[in-house]
């Protein structure tokens, strides 16, 4: 009798622990796609794409495609923007709410397969970006320094793919000001510019 | 006495069979080389999709042709994806070394004990071309893909494209390769 009463007693302390520690975390969670459903539905941008431009950067030309590529993927993975338009789309024109990703290379470390193979330690590939999200009058409503690194397995062209991810990530994590807002206001001012290093 | 009969009769039979055999082989060989010049054949190069085409899968192998005016890729068994040749707008080449066997090999690789997976990635690397496309689709919007082609086919490629009618700068002319020296931009 004892022993059943003391097997009730551990079920209902067991019961009590796990709805309080679940709870917290199930209202951390609906906070959580609260605010994300908000950012989402904030944006309504459409977003064109530019070439990257290598600046003073001795980056293969098959580097700068695929991260191109990427940043046109993962920019539609982020469901942000209404459109992501390619370079040179000339649908771009009709759109009024279009923002500009601008992407210059500022450092670049080929690294090396074999050696990440061989030693672990040596050998990554890096990738270091400045990427602008400006308005159609050049104005930079959004300014990021992101990285995209391969340290350990996969080809050196990962590192397009990571740095694209990353992009994409602190373009989703910002707010962006409202098109509606943001035409009447024409854009924001260059003071008004974060710059934030993503490492 | 009789078997001796047999084989004399036999002997001349043999030779003038295998003098028809030699005639046809040599006949064959000599015919194949001249049809090939005779018709334009399509170039047809099996690589690796790394990225670019919308509808094939990234690291997907298949066959990369020239068809007509379209660049083509196919998988195995899957529809074919193709880009006009005259919307090609530029054409890079590039090489670059990868270690073979992918994740299996990796994978074994770790299980070697004392390090000896180390040891055997410093053989298991062979070098690729790289063929990167830029063309624009009918709304001019820029795009590019990226092929992995076994060493050499890469430039052969690029020469039946520019035959063909696709644009290639005069700084993509150079193939590109690899560094590892740390290159920072500045003035940025």
């Known amino acids: 009798m004892k022993g059943s009463n003391r097997v009730s007693l551990l079920v209902v302390a067991v019961a009590v622990v796990t709805t309080s520690v679940a709870h917290p975390r199930q209202l951390s969670a609906e906070n959580a796609a609260s605010s994300s459903g908000t950012s989402s539905t904030a944006g309504q941008w459409s977003v064109q794409v530019d070439k990257v431009d290598p600046g003073d950067v001795a980056l293969a030309p ?39 990703l601008k992407t210059s290379v500022q450092k670049y470390s080929a690294g090396s397969e074999t050696r990440r193979a061989v030693t ?16 159609r009058d050049g104005h930079i409503i959004l300014e990021r320094t992101v990285n995209g ?7 050196n062209l990962r590192a397009t793919h990571n740095l694209a991810r990353n992009v994409a990530k602190a373009i989703k994590q910002s707010s962006l000001p ?20 993503l490492r | 006495m009789n078997r001796r009969i047999i084989s004399t009769r036999l002997k001349p039979d043999l030779f003038l069979v295998s003098l028809v055999l030699l005639w046809c082989s040599v006949a064959a060989l000599a015919q194949s080389p001249g049809q090939s010049a005779n018709s334009p054949t399509p170039v047809s190069i099996r690589g690796t999709h790394l990225l670019g085409f919308e509808n094939a899968k990234n690291n997907a192998n298949g ?40 994740t299996p090999m990796t994978l074994g690789k770790a299980a070697v004990p004392f390090g000896g997976g180390r040891a055997i990635s410093l053989f298991a690397h062979k070098k690729y071309d790289t063929l990167a496309l830029e063309y624009v689709d009918s709304n001019g919007g820029m795009h590019g893909a990226i092929f992995q082609l076994n060493k050499g086919q890469a430039e052969a490629l690029r020469n039946e494209l520019v035959a063909k009618g696709a644009r290639v700068s005069e700084s993509a002319n150079e193939p590109v390769k690899q560094s590892n020296a740390e290159v920072p931009s500045e003035g940025k």
């Open chain 1, 120 to 135: 672990t330690v040596s050998g990554a590939t890096k990738l270091t970006v400045r990427s602008q999200l400006c308005a």
């Open chain 1, 62 to 100: 098959s580097f700068q495609i695929a991260i191109y590529e990427s940043l046109v993927d993962e920019l539609g993975k982020t469901k942000r923007f209404k459109q992501v338009l390619r370079d040179g789309d000339r649908n771009a024109g009709d759109i009024s709410d279009l923002l500009i």
């Open chain 2, 63 to 102: 066959t990369l042709s020239i068809e007509g005016d379209a660049l083509q890729f196919q998988k195995d068994g899957k529809p074919t994806e193709q880009v006009k040749i005259a919307s090609v707008q530029d054409i890079f080449l590039g090489e670059q070394s990868k270690q073979v066997g992918g």
């Open chain 1, 149 to 155: 690194n391969v340290r350990f397995m996969g080809s």
């Open chain 1, 178 to 197: 409202d098109p509606s807002h943001s035409a009447s206001h024409a854009a924001i001012d260059s003071d008004q510019v974060v710059v934030v290093e």
